[in-house]
């Protein structure tokens, strides 16, 4: 990819993490007020959250899976006649908790108001592995507000995310072809 082309890719995806430019067409919702809008284009079947310009699943799947397949899970997803989705990073997830709510609560700890469904007070998986055990990856938990390594063969609810910038695994760098100078 040559570096206009690179240049132009980090332009517009820094304009939708700012929110300039709408990464999702038409924003038209039941409810336009507030920092959530449950959206029409997606069946009303997805929020986009007007903070973050990301755009979640207004009622995650109640099943318990393990990491790689909840990634595998959001990757074949489908909601609201979309494709697209992915396991959010762990960043990503902690936008939607709202610790200072539900302090002592067994409720999960959203911000007030939200439009989310079925959500469970517990952990759910995130896309970030451990760096020190690989066996290990971290899922955000909706009850006590925080987020902690859990072992990936475990099995947890996820929320599948759309929009952002989703973590690309860095390319490998190019094999030195030999008779070059």
């Not at 979309?82 to 762990?90: A, D, K, N, V």
Request: hydrophobic share 40%.
């Amino acid at each position: 990819m040559d570096n206009d082309k690179i240049i132009s890719l980090l332009a517009v995806s820094v304009s939708i993490l700012l929110g300039s430019v709408n990464p999702v067409g038409s924003t038209s919702s039941v409810s336009q007020t507030g920092r959530f809008a449950i959206l029409s284009t997606f069946q009303e079947e997805a929020v986009i959250d007007r903070t973050t310009q990301l755009v979640w699943e207004r009622s995650p799947g109640a099943s318990e899976v393990t990491w790689s397949t909840a990634q595998t899970r959001c990757g074949l997803k489908r909601t609201g006649g979309q494709t697209g989705w992915r396991l959010p990073s762990f960043i990503e997830l902690m936008t939607l908790i709202e610790p200072t709510l539900h302090q002592g609560s067994s409720l999960p700890a959203l911000p007030a108001g939200h439009p989310f469904q079925r959500i469970k007070a517990g952990p759910y998986w995130t896309s970030d592995m451990s760096p020190l055990k690989p066996a290990e990856a971290y899922a955000v938990d909706f009850l006590r507000a925080d987020v902690a390594p859990r072992q990936k063969d475990q099995p947890h609810p996820f929320w599948c995310v759309r929009g952002g910038i989703p973590q690309q695994p860095e390319p490998a760098p190019a094999a030195a072809q030999s008779g070059l100078i």
